[in-house]
């Protein structure tokens, strides 16, 4: 009897500013899918038993996500959920928020903080930086160390590469290959 609900997908559960919402169930699962975005149903809510309600405040609090949280030296910081659990998105920087916080109620202070941290770990595990040109050096875990090119392209140094020694074209060299 599941079953055969689950063939009659996608369905129309109604409309929300004036833009029709569907359930239907997909390749990772129940989704609701309105103005052509999919935002995933949470475990608890049964996809065949969703009410147009529960589909709005689905999209509503997804939307209040992809908003900025604080602000912090002129950019915006986001609280975002990724496949390692809850961090924030700050320019270029993505900070994990370690267990002892909640996403939900990060203070201002705590944002700033966890900024800072993650700023001054970066700072001790670069070994050498051309901030113009975009091109670092830094240890990453396990004792390897890796090169950054602009756009957050990362490759391992070559063996026998001194990262203290290297220069900048030499490190433009292991891009090109």
């Known amino acids: 009897d599941e079953a055969l609900k689950l063939l009659q997908f996608p369905v129309k559960l109604g409309t929300y500013e004036n833009e029709s919402i569907f359930v239907g169930m997909g390749k990772y699962g129940p989704y609701v899918r309105y103005k052509n975005k999919f935002y995933s149903i949470p475990p608890h809510l049964n996809a065949l038993e969703i009410t147009l309600d529960d589909a709005i405040s689905i999209i509503e609090q997804k939307n209040k996500r992809e908003e900025p949280v604080a602000e912090y030296e002129g950019e915006p ?70 090169v950054y090119a602009p756009g957050n392209k990362r490759k391992l140094l070559p063996r026998g590469m001194d990262p203290k020694k290297a220069t900048l074209e030499e490190i433009k060299k292991i891009f090109r290959r």
Request: hydrophobic share 30%; proline share 6%.
């Open 77 to 146: 910081v986001y609280v975002l959920s990724g496949k390692y659990g809850p961090y924030l998105k700050w320019g270029n920087h993505n900070i994990n928020i370690p267990r002892k916080y909640n996403p939900d109620t990060l203070s201002e202070e705590d944002i700033v903080n966890l900024i800072v941290e993650k700023l001054e770990k970066d700072r001790l595990n670069t070994l050498a930086e051309w901030p113009d040109e975009g091109y670092a050096i830094r240890k990453g875990g396990w004792g390897k160390i890796y």
